[in-house]
């Protein structure tokens, strides 16, 4: 498998560790990774988002979620069931992690479990003091040449 050097970027760039981190774990990732349960990441406005994952046969007390860290984990835990015999069983009712990164400042603010699917909602709130600021351009060449004429007429050096 090909790697990709970073150390560019360490270069000119400071603080920047996470999205490093981020990139190397996707590279190294096993690709065989399970898709159960199967999900969906939606963007219901520019700050607002939502997973959807489907887990058909799961109550609420078998399903744990937790951010730690940046990242999203969502753990359903399905003991065997030993007293039911199936002819064919095509719903996967095993137990699952499922991880999910999370960018800065995105918070989990709600999750509803609702007709087998388990809904987080998302919300990015960026703090103020992070927040773009306007800042007031001053036109000190003007201001220098007003205190120049002040200047000479309290001298009474008038030209």
Do not use: C, W
Not at 29 to 53: C, F, H, K, M, Q
Not at 79 to 90: F, V
Not at 112 to 130: C, F, Q, R, Y
């Amino acid at each position: 498998m090909n790697s990709i050097d970073l150390s560019p970027l360490y270069r000119s760039s400071v603080g920047f560790d996470r999205l490093a981190s981020l990139i190397d774990h996707a590279l190294t990732s096993d690709t065989a990774v399970s898709g159960y349960p199967p999900y969906n990441i939606e963007v219901l406005n520019e700050n607002r988002y939502a997973i959807t994952l489907a887990v058909a046969g799961f109550v609420q007390e078998e399903l744990d979620i937790q951010v730690e860290k940046g990242v999203l984990t969502v753990r359903g835990h399905k003991d065997a069931d030993k007293e039911r015999k199936y002819l064919h069983q095509g719903i996967a009712n095993r137990t699952f992690e499922r991880k999910f990164n999370l960018a800065d400042y995105v918070e989990v603010t709600n999750a509803d479990l609702s007709n087998g699917l388990l809904t987080i909602t998302l919300v990015k709130e960026i703090p103020e003091a992070m927040k773009p600021k306007t800042i007031a351009i001053n036109q000190n060449s003007k201001v220098l040449e007003h205190k120049a004429e002040e200047k000479i007429t309290q001298d009474g050096a008038a030209a």
